[in-house]
């Protein structure tokens, strides 16, 4: 999104705010007092601005989302043309958009010291993201022991009441192939650890430091150890690129932006101050939004579709056909058909199934046949998870 | 084994062919091939939403069965008919999401942190030297590949046209 963040706009009212402390030696307390008016001007300007913003953004995504949740089957002929059409006039933008992008870099290529340096800096950020695929080496630098420490104090706050199924065999199962698939990944020196959950719900989930957790519902629903590495795989990609610690950078990064500029502002333009405060309640507001709202399921769409396309290169790493996790979703889209069918109030966390289906197919096609081929282990799957079957059976 | 054991065994074992193959329907009107090759000569067509049989996979082609004709499709274009196995998780949050949101909120804030399950987390847990063990006596081999990065597939500006139809 093109917008300001309001991070950047409380630093630049922060920043409004100095020119009175920087000159208060040298002018007169008129023009102290000119300067501080003109700063709370800019800030109320801002903070308008940033109202404004807010109120679009709201309502343009609760009404995209109240569009969205609808099934297609359900929209009359017309919406369905409208929408249609809607999709064809985003397409062009796209595409538009992507000459431009593609004509600029032939320009800025031909004077050949820029495109060596185009060049070298495209190979450096090659090198780095293979390094780390998270590409957060300089924003957030967690050692892996204080990643694994914060996903401690998560895991038994996340589990409460939840148990672990009381199966050694099982448990030990799941965390021999979830440790040889995280063997395969660019972190393998985390503590992983695998947990199956007690629950009938069928779901799949990771915390940051290495925890993956699979419930016996999701156990009961696979039919091979491909499906599993593939949701294994979906599951250490969200660790690998730190999709949570993203969030949790971001409320942190903001929080800390906004102390900042309220410290500068308590000390240098005190009469500042209620409009900052004004402001400090809109991002507080704003941080909400992002953070449950529509806003969030639209973020986290990309970070699934990424984890779904790593998972699979992960499973084929540790020598898995690479459409176990085709097949997985396949299985978790009929299992949820129904449900999805009638939750259409609900906020929604994950992209269509399938949707996400068709995108990670398109996504594998790109690979040649023999690059997605490899073990199935469908008996050794269903030998190794039998306890739960016989159970529900 | 008792008198009574012995009729379950059978039905048990009777019952494992009619679980091997799955019960499903074709996501759109398709081509059932001879063989998993999109060139592989036709041997019927299927109508959107006629009901099938999945015998089998191979990578991205499904192994079908529709009355006495059987071939092969792509994976994608069947869809599994909704289990029946698994009781639907009774409360109504999203699943299979990127993470810390799991399970409900009910779930997340319910009791006391459960610390005994955390130290059966590490009892369970298993060294890569074990991990690297299991692979060996299974016979998987590790491989090296980059990751799909959105580049390598997709632009929306590509996108099928049909592609948000379903």
């Known amino acids: 999104m093109n917008r300001p963040s309001p991070a950047m706009l409380a630093c630049l009212a922060a920043a409004l705010a100095m020119p009175a402390c920087m000159m208060s030696r040298g002018p007169s307390e008129e023009h102290l007092g000119a300067q501080q008016e003109w700063a709370n001007e800019r800030m109320r300007e801002a903070t308008e601005m940033m109202e404004t913003q807010m109120q679009d953004m709201q309502e343009q995504m609760e009404k995209a989302q109240a569009e969205q949740q609808r099934p297609a089957g359900s929209l009359t002929p017309e919406e369905k043309q409208k929408r249609a059409e809607e999709w064809r006039a985003a397409r062009e933008q796209m595409k538009a958009a992507r000459q431009q992008d593609e004509s600029t870099d032939v320009e800025m290529r031909k004077d050949p010291r820029m495109a060596k340096a185009l060049d070298e800096s495209d190979k450096e950020h090659r090198e780095m993201m293979r390094k780390d695929p998270s590409g957060m080496y300089s ?44 063997q395969q990944c660019e972190r393998p020196g985390l503590p992983w650890r695998f947990g199956v959950i007690d629950s009938d719900a069928v779901n799949a989930f990771a915390v940051p ?65 209620p409009q900052m405060q004004r402001m400090d309640q809109l991002m507080q507001k704003q941080a909400a939004f992002l953070n449950s709202g529509p806003m969030r399921s639209t973020l986290s769409q990309s970070e699934e579709m990424q984890a779904d396309t790593d998972g699979t290169t992960l499973a084929w790493r540790a020598g898995y056909d ?26 929604r966390d994950h992209p269509e199934p399938v949707q996400r289906l068709k995108m990670l197919d398109l996504a594998l096609r790109s690979r040649a046949d023999k690059d997605t081929l490899g073990e199935g282990a469908t008996d050794r799957y269903l030998e190794a998870t039998r306890s739960l079957r016989d159970r529900r059976s | 084994m008792g008198k009574r054991t012995l009729p379950f065994l059978l039905l048990v074992v009777l019952a494992l062919p009619a679980q091997a193959g ?3 329907f074709a996501a759109k009107a398709v081509d059932v091939l001879a063989r998993p090759a999109p060139n592989a000569p036709v ?52 699943l299979f999401n ?18 005994g399950e ?49």
Do not use: C
């Not at chain 1, 690479?322 to 906020?347: H, I, T």
């Not at chain 2, 939403?49 to 994608?76: M, Y």
């Open chain 2, 43 to 94: 041997v019927t067509r299927l109508a959107k939403q006629q009901s099938l049989e999945i015998l089998g996979r191979n990578g991205n082609w499904a192994q079908v069965k529709s009355g006495a004709a059987s071939g092969w499709v792509r994976l994608l274009d069947v869809r599994f008919n909704a289990p029946a196995k698994i009781a639907p998780a009774a409360k109504g949050k999203p």
């Open chain 2, 118 to 166: 955390l130290e059966k987390l590490s009892f369970y847990s298993v060294p890569p030297k074990d991990a690297l063990g299991f692979a060996r006596a299974a016979g998987l081999k590790a491989r090296r590949q980059d990751y799909i990065e959105p580049g390598d597939y997709m632009s929306m500006d590509e996108l099928p046209e049909d592609f948000f139809d379903e």
């Open chain 2, 98 to 115: 990127n993470g810390i949101r799991g399970f409900s909120e009910e779930d997340l804030l319910a009791g006391t942190p459960n610390r």
């Open chain 1, 209 to 273: 430091g290495g925890y993956v957790f699979i419930t016996r519902g999701m156990l009961v629903l696979l039919e091979s150890e491909s499906e599993l590495a593939g949701i294994l795989g979906h599951e250490i990609s969200h660790v690998v690129r730190k999709h949570h610690l993203r969030w949790v950078y971001m409320n942190k990064e903001m929080q800390s932006s906004m102390q900042r500029s309220q410290e500068a502002i308590r000390k240098y333009n005190p009469s500042m101050l």
């Open chain 2, 22 to 24: 799955e019960s499903g």
């Open chain 1, 139 to 182: 924003q957030f630098n967690l050692s892996n022991g204080e990643e694994a420490a914060l996903g401690l104090e998560m895991v038994p706050m996340l589990m409460g009441q939840q148990t672990l199924v009381d199966d050694a065999g099982l448990q030990q199962y799941v965390n021999k192939v979830g440790t040889w698939i995280a």
């Open chain 1, 322 to 347: 690479s459409y176990g996790l085709v097949s997985a979703l396949q299985r978790f889209e009929a299992y949820q058909r129904p449900r999805y069918a009638a939750q259409q109030g609900g906020l």
